[in-house]
C-alpha cells in the first residue's frame, strides 16, 4: 500500500534535492572554514591560470618587440610588474572570496537546515513504524 | 486574448505531459540553432560547415546538460577557426579560457547569456536579449550581454582579419585585437544594450498597470532611436531595413515569453490596507490571468459496495462492448459510454432467476 505521509515527505526531499543540487547537500555537511577555504583556494587557482593565459596573450601581442629586444629587457623590472600586480590580484581574489563564499554558506545552510528536517520526519517515520530504511541513498542523496 | 490564455494552458499542459521527449527535444533545437548560428559567423571548415554536422553536434548536445553547450560550442568555433589559422584558433581558445577561469566558473547562468549573444547576432536579433534580461533579471544582466557582444564582434573582426591576410603569422592575433580595439560598432552595442538593460529593469520594477509590456516596448523602442541617433553622428553603417525588422522581431518575442511567463489581469487589481502591531500596510494585489481550457468529461454513475467487484464487471462489460463493437461494426460516431455495475445481491438475484 502507498502511504501518503510518508509519500509527501519523499516528494518535498526529492524536491529540495532538484532545487539545491548534489554539490550544495553534500557541501553541507563541512565545517565553515573547510568550505571558504577550499572555494578560496579553487578561485585563487582559476584566477591564477587565468592571468597566466593573459600573461601569455599579451607576450604573443608583442611577440615581434620581446624577438627584438630580448637581450635589452630589464627582466628585474618585469618581473616586478608581472608578479606585483598577480600578488595583488590574488589577495584581492581571496578578500572578495571569503567574503562571498562566507555569505554563501550561510545561505545554503539556511537551505539545506529545511531539507535536513524533512529527511528527520522520514527517519521518523521508519523508526515509528518500526521499520528502519534498508538503502540510506533510497532519496537519491 | 482568452483564445491565447487558452492557447498558454493547452501548451503547458502538453508540455507537462510531455516534458520528457521534450526537454530533449528542446535542447537539440538549442543545439541546433548554436552550431548553425557559429557556422553561419565563421563557417570555415568544409566538414563542420555542413547540415549533416550541425545536426549530429546538436544531437551531442541533446544528450548533455545544456552547460555543456558552451563548451562544445567554444571547440566547435576553435575547430573552425584552426582550419585557416592555427596561431588564431590557439589564442581564440586561450581567450575562451581566460573567459571562463575568471568569470563563467563562478556564474555559470550567465554563460549561456553570453552565448546566446553570438547566436542572435547571427540570427539578426540580438535586441531582444537587453530587454529580456532587463525583464527577467537584474541589471547585472548588463555584465554577460557586454561580454557575449564582445565575443561575437572577436569572432566578426577575426574573420575580417582572415579575409583580407594571406598567410598564417601570429601577427593575425595582433591584427584581430587592434581591428577589436577600433570597432566602433561594438563599443555602440555594448553602450546601447547597457543602457536598455537597466532602463527596461526600471520600468519593470514600477508599480504601475501594464508595466511589464511597457517595459517590453519602451526597450525596443529606446534600440531602435538609440541605434539610429548613433548611426546618425557617427555614421556606422547600420542596415536601417535589418535593424527595423530584428527590433520589431526582438519585440514581439520578448512580448509571447513575457506573456507565457507571468500575464498579469491589471482590470482585477485590488488595493488593500491593513494593519498589525508595527506597520500599517498598503498593498496592491494584481491577479494573474488563468482560464482552463475546455475539456470533454464522461461521468460514470455507479451504484456499488464492492470496489473490486466493481471495477471486475467494467472491465467485463467494457470487454462485451468492445466485442459488440467489432462483431456488429458499429460505427465510432455512436460511442456510447455507458457502465453499469450490480451489487452483490442483485447478482445472487439474477442467478436465482437463470
Same mark, same amino acid.
Given at each position: 500500500m502507498v502511504n501518503e505521509e510518508k509519500t509527501r515527505i519523499m516528494i518535498k526531499i526529492a524536491q529540495y534535492e532538484t532545487d539545491l543540487g548534489e554539490k550544495v547537500i553534500n557541501e553541507g555537511s563541512c565545517y565553515k572554514k573547510d568550505y571558504i577555504r577550499s572555494h578560496m583556494l579553487s578561485a585563487m587557482f582559476n584566477f591564477s591560470t587565468a592571468y597566466i593565459l593573459i600573461l601569455v596573450l599579451a607576450a604573443l601581442y608583442n611577440i615581434d618587440y620581446i624577438f627584438l629586444n630580448f637581450v635589452t629587457i630589464n627582466y628585474v623590472k618585469l618581473f616586478f610588474e608581472i608578479f606585483v600586480p598577480y600578488f595583488l590580484l590574488i589577495m584581492f581574489c581571496a578578500i572578495i572570496s571569503s567574503i562571498y563564499f562566507n555569505d554563501k554558506y550561510k545561505k545554503d545552510r539556511e537551505k539545506i537546515k529545511k531539507y535536513y528536517v524533512e529527511l528527520k520526519r522520514l527517519e521518523k517515520y521508519y523508526s515509528e513504524s518500526g521499520k528502519?530504511? #534498508?538503502? &540510506?541513498?533510497i532519496t537519491g542523496a | 486574448m482568452t483564445q491565447l490564455l487558452v492557447l498558454r494552458e493547452q501548451l503547458q499542459k502538453f508540455y507537462q505531459k510531455y516534458t520528457l521527449v521534450l526537454n530533449p527535444l528542446f535542447r537539440f533545437i538549442t543545439g541546433y540553432i548554436t552550431f548553425y548560428a557559429a557556422n553561419r559567423v565563421v563557417g570555415y571548415n568544409p566538414l563542420l560547415n555542413q547540415t549533416w554536422a550541425e545536426v549530429i553536434t546538436g544531437c551531442i548536445s541533446m544528450l548533455? +546538460?545544456?552547460?555543456v553547450l558552451l563548451f562544445l560550442a567554444s571547440v566547435f568555433i576553435v575547430l573552425q577557426i584552426a582550419y585557416v589559422s592555427h596561431y588564431l584558433a590557439i589564442t581564440t581558445a586561450m581567450m575562451f579560457m581566460v573567459l571562463y577561469f575568471i568569470y563563467i566558473r563562478f556564474v555559470p547562468k550567465h554563460g549561456l547569456v553570453v552565448l546566446a549573444m553570438p547566436v542572435l547576432y547571427a540570427l539578426n536579433i540580438p535586441y531582444a536579449m537587453p530587454v529580456l534580461m532587463g525583464l527577467v533579471s537584474t541589471p547585472v544582466s548588463a555584465v554577460p550581454i557586454v561580454t557575449g557582444v564582445a565575443v561575437y564582434y572577436f569572432l566578426l573582426d577575426t574573420v575580417y582579419v582572415i579575409g583580407t591576410s594571406t598567410e598564417d603569422t601570429i601577427n593575425l592575433y595582433k591584427l584581430v585585437m587592434q581591428q577589436l580595439a577600433s570597432d566602433t560598432q561594438m563599443y555602440v552595442s555594448v553602450f546601447i544594450f547597457t543602457i536598455v538593460t537597466f532602463i527596461v529593469y526600471f520600468i519593470r520594477e514600477r508599480?504601475? &498597470?501594464y508595466a511589464f509590456e511597457i517595459a517590453v516596448v519602451t526597450g525596443s523602442f529606446l534600440n531602435l532611436i538609440l541605434f539610429l541617433i548613433v548611426n546618425y553622428l557617427m &555614421? @556606422?553603417? @547600420?542596415n536601417i531595413l535589418q535593424l527595423l525588422s530584428g527590433i520589431t522581431i526582438s519585440c514581439v518575442l520578448v512580448w509571447v515569453i513575457q506573456f507565457f511567463r507571468l500575464p498579469l489581469n491589471y482590470a482585477g487589481a485590488e488595493n488593500l490596507q491593513f494593519e498589525d502591531d508595527e506597520y500599517y500596510y498598503y498593498v496592491r494585489a494584481v491577479p494573474k490571468m488563468s482560464i482552463s481550457a475546455a475539456r470533454k468529461k464522461v461521468k460514470r454513475f455507479n451504484t456499488h459496495h464492492n470496489a473490486e467487484e466493481e471495477t471486475g464487471l467494467e472491465s467485463n462489460i467494457e470487454q462485451e462492448d468492445m466485442d459488440l463493437k467489432e462483431n456488429k *461494426? @458499429? #460505427? +465510432? *460516431?455512436?460511442d456510447f459510454d455507458f457502465t453499469v455495475s450490480l451489487d452483490k445481491e442483485d447478482l445472487e438475484e439474477i442467478e436465482k432467476e437463470n
Open positions: 528502519e530504511a #534498508m538503502d &540510506d541513498t | 548533455f +546538460p545544456v552547460q508599480k504601475a &498597470d &555614421d @556606422i553603417n @547600420i *461494426g @458499429i #460505427m +465510432p *460516431g455512436h
